[in-house]
RNA sequence: GGGGGUGUAGCUCAAUUGGUUAGAGCACUGGACUGUCGAUCCAGAGGUUGCGGGUUCGAAUCCCGUCACCCUCGCCA
């Protein structure tokens, strides 16, 4: 083809009276019978085309021209004349008077167009991606993702970071989340594993001596996605060495502050921390978001002088009471505050007790059993006229977290309460090492196992394992995490004392770890680092909720690509080179019964 | 694996709650039109109501099963 001069949003005024090549695809055409009018597009912009009747063949061509349509364009670029100028396009001062034209690529009838895109169902979209990645806005969200991309290459490169490929193909560990499988041809019956994050080899990196590493690595983890959630995600991971906690959390901060800067020019402010202690308990959340107040209040003390058996109950059994005041809440109807109390429920609470303030009173919801502690409630909750307390209650802590938690989440987006246009960051540190897991009678770690006790805690490790804290942080923007790290284990003789903390064996340690343990052997330096969700980023940056907005060419629900129609069945002789036979289908046996 | 939602023309939706031949806008096809930019006007074509079964004189609508997509719990060191 030949080539083109110019890109479709670039021409001006300035450029009138310059014979111009432009090509792209037919975004509309008009058809006045005698002058034909097409907007041309490409990734750059939009501009007019016109074709008059004067020149017959050209015409004729023109008048085939429909949407999708992919054509080479040359013409002369004239200034519209007064009154037909479109302000909505950046190029509506002029037009392409066309002279020559090619259809390079004549379309089908397009199941929907870019411009219609947005208001089309996500499983088309996802169908034919290539035609939904036309639209302007998914473009956008691609050229931001690439400049943050760039922009952390350029910032880590500046501060003498290395950026370092590790494997795909990796070693199955057991722990963490669900691995997908990648069978051995060279080696019958054995298996890779994708990796669900690059967590050892950069420590191992660290080990070897190249003291800054960062990679934009692609993770895989085989769990049922979510809206933010996809087994095949990008991380930015990080790791020092010879770094404390701070360093590593003043790096990400001022990455943070570059890339706010850079794509929204906003200001990313010193960014606070606070304990996970206290996040839990004032927000019931390890990412609590500032955004809006809704604090908890525990009002155990008070409950308990109330005969109001789910209080007493719950307190009696060692568990807590905590509500939270929903100012302005009292105009919700009943029905509305008996649906919140059905949807607490799934986070593994009995129910939801409610109460509104009226005239300075409790009314309605369990007000009567209140009366006794009316006047230190209210004051207690700071509630006023027209708000609405809810309670949580439960024999354990942790659900009445849970529930409110969530809750104050659930309520703020329901009533509106969240300020758009607002980046609250938050640090939260001191996370504990490890929690107990009653179901498996053990503990297992909060971060993952090679996350550093904090020295200041090691008496506890034998004695009182659970109240050990980490040198581990997670960044919080808006309620969500955006990336979490921890200083590692650098010495085997703690990264053993953590192995038999969490129930794995000695032998299992070595044949799961070894190679970890062995660096450990050698000269490992202390390190430690971070790694954030470039996806989650990219969704803050440009304001969606879907984490299929954000990647190219994203899975379903059911892990499937609706346009390569992945995964598939494979032939029969791909199997047997694996070495691998499919298990007669469970549920054709079901049936056949 | 559990809970909730959705599925009707290529796309977005409607169908008076079980009642005649399932409609509209956009897109598409043909025609008209020399300044539109969401062009307009006229005409036309387009349907396995996701799929399979059942109830009924009669099913897009009710029931059972199943599939896909979305949200969510579990899961996600």
């Not at 005969?307 to 509305?336: H, L, N, Q, T, Y």
């Not at 059911?558 to 499919?582: C, Y």
Request: charged share 30%.
């Amino acid at each position: 083809m030949q080539a083109r001069t110019h890109h479709c949003g670039e021409l001006r005024k300035t450029h009138v009276n310059q014979t111009v090549a432009l090509a792209g695809w037919v975004n509309k055409y008009r058809d006045h019978g005698g002058v034909i009018f097409i907007d041309l597009r490409d990734r750059n912009g939009i501009t007019q085309l016109v074709f008059r009747p004067t020149n017959e063949q050209l015409h004729e061509t023109a008048n085939r021209l429909r949407n999708e349509d992919v054509i080479w364009v040359q013409g002369n670029c004239i200034a519209r004349e007064e009154g037909m100028a479109n302000p909505k396009l950046e190029t509506g001062d002029i037009e392409i008077e066309a002279t020559s034209l090619e259809i390079l690529n004549k379309s089908d009838t397009p199941p929907f167009t870019p411009d219609e895109a947005a208001k089309v169902g996500e499983e088309t979209r996802l169908r034919y991606r290539y035609i939904d990645l036309r639209q302007k806005r998914m473009q956008q969200i691609l050229k931001t993702r690439h400049r943050v991309t760039k922009i952390m290459r350029d910032y880590f490169d500046s501060n003498e970071f290395l950026e370092i490929e590790t494997p795909f193909l990796c070693k199955s560990t057991p722990e963490g989340a669900r691995d997908f499988l990648v069978p051995s041809r060279l080696q019958e019956s054995s298996f890779y594993a994708l990796p669900q994050s690059p967590q050892l080899f950069k420590q191992i990196l660290m080990v070897a001596g190249l003291e800054k590493y960062f990679q934009i690595a692609r993770c895989f983890r085989d769990e049922d996605p979510r809206a933010d959630r996809q087994a095949e995600f990008t991380q930015l991971d990080v790791e020092m060495s010879f770094v404390n906690q701070d360093e590593v959390m003043d790096s990400i901060e001022c990455l943070t502050r570059d890339i706010w800067k850079q794509v929204l020019d906003v200001d990313v402010p010193k960014i606070d921390r606070m304990t996970y202690a206290e996040a839990i308990n004032r927000f019931g959340s390890d990412r609590p978001d500032l955004r809006f107040g809704m604090e908890l209040v525990d009002i155990s003390d008070l409950a308990s002088q109330t005969d109001f058996k789910v209080f007493k109950g719950a307190i009696d059994d060692g568990g807590i009471v905590k509500a939270i005041c929903v100012p302005g809440g009292a105009s919700m109807s009943r029905k509305e505050t008996d649906k919140l109390a059905e949807w607490v429920k799934q986070f593994g609470v009995g129910g939801m007790p409610v109460t509104k303030i009226d005239g300075g009173k409790l009314a309605t919801g369990i007000a009567k059993f209140l009366e006794p502690i009316t006047e230190q409630l209210i004051e207690k909750m700071g509630a006023k006229d027209g708000d609405l307390i809810c309670f949580g209650v439960d024999k354990k802590s942790t659900i009445v977290h849970r529930v409110l938690g969530e809750l104050r989440v659930k309520v703020a987006r329901q009533l509106n309460m969240i300020e758009p246009g607002q980046w609250k960051w938050l640090w939260v540190v001191d996370f504990p090492l490890v929690e107990w897991n009653e179901e498996n009678n053990r503990f297992d770690s909060l971060h993952h196992p090679f996350t550093a006790p904090n020295p200041e805690d090691m008496h506890l490790m034998d004695t009182d394992p659970g109240k050990v804290r980490s040198l581990a942080y997670d960044i919080i923007l808006n309620g969500s995490e955006l990336g979490g790290g921890s200083i590692r284990i650098h010495d085997k003789e703690t990264q053993s004392k953590v192995f038999s903390l969490l129930g794995i064996s000695k032998e299992d340690a070595a044949v799961k770890f070894g190679f970890l343990l062995d660096a450990l052997r050698f000269g490992a330096p202390p390190h430690g680092g971070i790694a954030l969700g470039l996806d989650r980023l990219i969704m803050h940056l440009e304001n969606t909720t879907n984490i299929r907005d954000v990647i190219a060419f994203p899975k379903t629900q059911n892990g499937a690509d609706l346009m390569t129609q992945a995964p598939s069945l494979v032939d029969q002789a791909q199997l047997q080179e694996l070495h691998l036979r499919l298990a007669p289908s469970l549920k054709v046996d079901a049936i056949k019964e």
